[in-house]
């Protein structure tokens, strides 16, 4: 499989057409970005901690029966995925408290959710990704009503597996985005990253925020971290 032209580049990730035109490279670089793109910084192995990390993720969630863009891992930094019609909306599971759900409701961090609470948002960074729902979903024509009940599902089958998996390596899954797409076949597919810069980590024990909130926070060590999470869960960091 060559890697050919660019054909978009995020905030922290670039994403390159193949020669085969069903798959894409996706490239995980060490930028990482805050506060809708204010706050960035380039932290030393986070492309290659995440790449392997997502790899690992869908891999299993693949092997529990989840429909996922995984293919394979191609470098430190490299994944060879499914190319997907990307669903402009992120799916966010919280099986706890935290975050923009605090600010914008005024309850405490740390209150266990049941059940889970989901949310939708739009992926628009100029507007700050606001929250919608499934109405302005199908109205605007983003996705229909069928991918939206599928969405939904699909989010929710990840956080019985994800749960359960996290909770065997001591952490508590406290919330995540997920984004879906749409294969050539039509079929909903799970695309994009599931990593600590996507998530929410604490430790059972401790409670210690062991995700992206200790970049956003100011809390130190991000990568040292996020290789403790995957070190738990038996990632292997070993050189590709
Ligand atoms: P952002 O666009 O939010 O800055 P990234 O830096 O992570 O985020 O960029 C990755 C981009 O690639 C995102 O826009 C995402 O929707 C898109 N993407 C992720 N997985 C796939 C895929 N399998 N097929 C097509 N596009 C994808
Ligand atoms: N999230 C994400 N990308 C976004 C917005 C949120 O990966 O653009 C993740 C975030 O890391 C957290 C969950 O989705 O695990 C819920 O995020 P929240 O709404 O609390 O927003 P935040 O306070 O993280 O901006």
Redesign the pocket.
Known sequence: MQKQQE?????????YFTDNEDF?V?EFRNDT?AFDGEKIEQLDRKGEVNNKFNHFIMTKLEEAGVST?VEKLLSDTESL??????IPVECVVRNVAAGSLVKRLGVEEGKDLAPPVFEFFL?N?ALHDPMINDYHIASFGWATEAQIAAMKKATFEVNGILKDLFDKAGLILVDYKL?F?VDAAGNL?L???FTPDGCRLWDKETRKKMDKDRFRQGLGSVVETYIEVAQRLGVSLDTI
């Open positions: 054909l978009y580049r995020g905030k922290a990730k670039t994403v894409l996706l970005s863009q995925v499914k190319k997907l019609d990307m992926k960074d984004e797409g597919v695309g994009d990253e």
